[in-house]
Structure formats: structure tokens, C-alpha cells
């Protein structure tokens, strides 16, 4: 069962646990609307010995009792359903980003708690407009109506929108704490220190003084690496050289460049190390790893490191090979077809 189809099944036994519960209440509020107005509408008060205007007293505040109901049930259905629904949803991108399962379940409280104090405060206009309507007058309650049509178009066009995604990415990145102001981070293909953490896009700047600028939906939507949390960080080189080279040789030559670049750490169970990634038709791929404690420098001592590895290298008589040009024991070999018309078209040129 992938991801997908298993929060699915979470959604529909979200909706199945409470399936009857809802039912029941939507059919009594429907089943008192339709007796409240054909009691109204055959004039069933007069039973009672009340006169025209107590009916319509009565009838306006039962009609209203009725709509008090259907904003409780609202209010009901969103903690039950409709909240748990919401964090459902946006727990994978929490989940790219915040990693510390303690940290997600605080998030996930606050987004909870955000996500009902917007409800509450929806329930409460609710009942305002509706006990407000006669009470305070007809103008006053056009004027709710009109504003609730226009809060609720501006509402729905910021869900169509990237406006809100943004802002609520905001929220969940600054209650997550996994990165702040002045971190070294990689985020996607972007490299570089966080300068400013808006409502609508993050800051960096990157090792060439760029300032770029990446939407906060983006941002969540990304894998994000976050260098200055780390006390060690990884960092690797790949290199091919050829079936000729000692291997021995090889590991120790690489291993001594990653030793003579400055922040490279070589302490015990933090040694650079050398790893054969793969054997290829003409080559072997070498993968030099080592760690250094300076995150912020992590782009300059990589590039110490490959200079390092050039020099050495060079200094030891080993050639690094190239799908154009291999040396096995100081003899050109025969190269595959394609290559051999590749260099000499280059040639020619």
C-alpha cells in the first residue's frame, strides 16, 4: 500500500467514524426547519392563543434557535472532521521538513489550535449575524452579509491562490525551529546562508553574494539541508582513474589531499576514507569521503579539496581518466568507435 492510498484510507475512516453521528444531526436540524415553517405556514400558533405579532416573535426566534443549532453542528463537524482532515493534508510537507518527531507533534498541536480559534471565530460572526438581523437593524445586518460575502470571496481566492500557502508555510516554519537566521542551508539546487525569514518567501545568500529568494510553499516542498544543525558534515568527491593504477596507491594519494585541505577534520572515526563506487569499461570510479566541523565553508573547502586532489595526483604520476583518452600501462588503447569519430571531427574543426 503506497503512501497516498494509506492517507486516503485515514481520510475516509476519519469521515466513516463520524458518519452517523453527522447524519443523525443533519436530518433533526432539517426535520425541525421543515416543522418550524409548516407550522408557520398553516398558522399553528393560533393553538396557542397568540396573536399575529407574538407568531412572528416566536417564529423568527425559534428560526433563529434553528440556526444557532446549524452553526454548533459546524462548529462540531470541524473539530471532528474537518480539522483532523486539514492536518492530514499538510502533514507531508511538515514532514520534509521537521524531522524530530517531538517537534512535529508541537507543530501539529499549534496548527490544530490556529485551525480552532479560525473556527471559533467564525461561529461567532455566525451568531452575531443571525440574533443580530432584527436587534440591530436591517442595515446593519446587510452590511455583515455583504462583508461575509466579500470575506468569504477573499477567502476563496486565497486558496486558489499561492497567498495563503505561503503564509501558512510561514507559520509552520517558524513554530518548527529547524532553521533560523544565519544558517548555512540547501534548499533544492539553492546553497547558501538564510538573511531573512518573511511571511511569503525566504532569503539567501548564496556563496556569490546573490540574494535569491524562494517562496515559502516552495520551500516545503523541497528537501531541505540544514548544515549549521550538524556538528560534522559529510562531504564527497568522485574520481576515475584507470585499471592500471595500484589501488593502494590510489586510496592513499586521495586520502593525503583530503588530510593538506585546511578544515578537513582527521580525528579518530572522522579519518577521510576512500570508497570504489564502480568498475567501468575503461575505469574505476574512486569515492573520496571526508568530514569537516565548518558548515559555512562547506562550497571553499570542497573546492580545496578537488585543487588538493589535482595536486596530488599529479605529484603521484596518476592520470585521471576520461571516456576520450585512457591509459592502461602508457599505451593508448583502442577507443570504442564513437569516441574516435567524436575526436576526430574535433580535430578537423
Same mark, same amino acid.
Do not use: C
Given at each position: 500500500?503506497?503512501?497516498?492510498?494509506?492517507?486516503?484510507?485515514?481520510?475516509?475512516?476519519?469521515?466513516?467514524?463520524?458518519?452517523?453521528?453527522?447524519?443523525?444531526?443533519?436530518?433533526?436540524? /432539517?426535520?425541525?426547519?421543515?416543522?418550524?415553517?409548516?407550522?408557520?405556514?398553516?398558522?399553528?400558533?393560533?393553538?396557542?392563543?397568540?396573536?399575529? $405579532?407574538?407568531?412572528?416573535?416566536?417564529?423568527?426566534?425559534?428560526?433563529?434557535?434553528?440556526?444557532?443549532?446549524?452553526?454548533?453542528?459546524?462548529?462540531?463537524? %470541524?473539530?471532528?472532521?474537518?480539522?483532523?482532515? $486539514?492536518?492530514?493534508?499538510?502533514?507531508?510537507?511538515?514532514?520534509?521538513?521537521?524531522?524530530?518527531?517531538?517537534? $512535529?507533534?508541537?507543530?501539529?498541536? %499549534?496548527?490544530?489550535?490556529?485551525?480552532?480559534?479560525?473556527?471559533?471565530?467564525?461561529? /461567532?460572526?455566525?451568531?452575531?449575524?443571525?440574533?443580530?438581523?432584527?436587534?440591530?437593524?436591517?442595515?446593519?445586518?446587510?452590511?455583515?452579509?455583504?462583508?461575509?460575502?466579500?470575506?468569504?470571496?477573499?477567502?476563496?481566492?486565497?486558496? %486558489?491562490?499561492?497567498?495563503?500557502?505561503? !503564509?501558512?508555510?510561514?507559520?509552520?516554519?517558524?513554530?518548527?525551529?529547524?532553521?533560523?537566521?544565519?544558517?548555512?542551508?540547501? /534548499?533544492?539546487?539553492?546553497?547558501?546562508?538564510?538573511?531573512?525569514?518573511?511571511?511569503?518567501?525566504?532569503?539567501?545568500?548564496?556563496?556569490?553574494?546573490? /540574494? !535569491?529568494?524562494?517562496?515559502?510553499?516552495?520551500?516545503?516542498?523541497?528537501?531541505?539541508?540544514?548544515?549549521?544543525?550538524?556538528?560534522?558534515?559529510?562531504?564527497?568527491?568522485?574520481?576515475?582513474?584507470?585499471?592500471?593504477?595500484?589501488?593502494?596507491?590510489?586510496?592513499?594519494?586521495?586520502?593525503?589531499?583530503?588530510?593538506?585541505?585546511?578544515? !578537513?577534520?582527521?580525528?579518530?572515526?572522522?579519518?577521510?576514507?576512500?570508497?570504489?563506487?564502480?568498475?567501468? $569499461?575503461?575505469?574505476?570510479?574512486?569515492?573520496?569521503?571526508?568530514?569537516?566541523?565548518?558548515?559555512?565553508?562547506?562550497?571553499?573547502?570542497?573546492?580545496?579539496?578537488?585543487?588538493?586532489?589535482?595536486?596530488?595526483?599529479?605529484?603521484?604520476?596518476?592520470?585521471?581518466?576520461?571516456?576520450?583518452?585512457?591509459?592502461?600501462?602508457?599505451?593508448?588503447?583502442?577507443?570504442?568507435?564513437?569516441?574516435?569519430?567524436?575526436?576526430?571531427?574535433?580535430?578537423?574543426?
Amino acid at each position: 500500500m503506497t503512501t497516498k492510498q494509506a492517507k486516503r484510507r485515514i481520510r475516509v475512516s476519519i469521515v466513516g467514524k463520524y458518519l452517523g453521528w453527522m447524519t443523525i444531526r443533519a436530518v433533526v436540524l /432539517i426535520a425541525l426547519f421543515i416543522a418550524l415553517q409548516t407550522v408557520h405556514s398553516f398558522h399553528g400558533f393560533e393553538y396557542f392563543g397568540l396573536n399575529e $405579532a407574538t407568531q412572528d416573535l416566536v417564529y423568527m426566534v425559534l428560526l433563529r434557535a434553528i440556526f444557532s443549532l446549524v452553526v454548533w453542528f459546524f462548529l462540531s463537524l %470541524s473539530k471532528k472532521i474537518i480539522i483532523p482532515a $486539514a492536518i492530514l493534508t499538510v502533514s507531508p510537507a511538515l514532514g520534509k521538513i521537521v524531522r524530530d518527531p517531538t517537534v $512535529a507533534k508541537k507543530t501539529n498541536k %499549534s496548527i490544530t489550535n490556529y485551525l480552532t480559534y479560525f473556527i471559533y471565530i467564525i461561529t /461567532i460572526g455566525a451568531l452575531v449575524f443571525i440574533w443580530a438581523y432584527q436587534f440591530i437593524g436591517t442595515w446593519f445586518a446587510d452590511l455583515l452579509g455583504n462583508g461575509l460575502v466579500i470575506m468569504l470571496t477573499f477567502i476563496l481566492g486565497l486558496f %486558489s491562490s499561492s497567498v495563503l500557502g505561503n !503564509i501558512l508555510g510561514y507559520a509552520i516554519l517558524g513554530g518548527t525551529h529547524e532553521f533560523k537566521v544565519g544558517d548555512r542551508v540547501q /534548499i533544492g539546487d539553492v546553497h547558501g546562508d538564510i538573511i531573512d525569514i518573511g511571511f511569503f518567501f525566504i532569503h539567501i545568500r548564496t556563496i556569490r553574494a546573490e /540574494i !535569491i529568494s524562494i517562496p515559502n510553499l516552495t520551500v516545503m516542498n523541497k528537501e531541505i539541508h540544514n548544515y549549521s544543525s550538524l556538528r560534522d558534515v559529510a562531504l564527497n568527491v568522485q574520481v576515475t582513474l584507470g585499471y592500471d593504477v595500484d589501488k593502494d596507491h590510489a586510496q592513499g594519494t586521495l586520502i593525503e589531499a583530503a588530510k593538506k585541505t585546511s578544515g !578537513i577534520l582527521s580525528v579518530p572515526d572522522k579519518e577521510p576514507f576512500v570508497l570504489l563506487r564502480e568498475l567501468g $569499461a575503461y575505469a574505476v570510479t574512486y569515492d573520496l569521503n571526508a568530514y569537516t566541523d565548518e558548515p559555512n565553508r562547506l562550497v571553499q573547502i570542497k573546492s580545496e579539496l578537488i585543487s588538493n586532489m589535482l595536486i596530488e595526483l599529479k605529484k603521484a604520476g596518476i592520470v585521471i581518466a576520461t571516456p576520450a583518452l585512457v591509459f592502461v600501462k602508457g599505451e593508448e588503447k583502442t577507443l570504442p568507435q564513437p569516441i574516435t569519430q567524436y575526436m576526430d571531427s574535433r580535430k578537423a574543426n
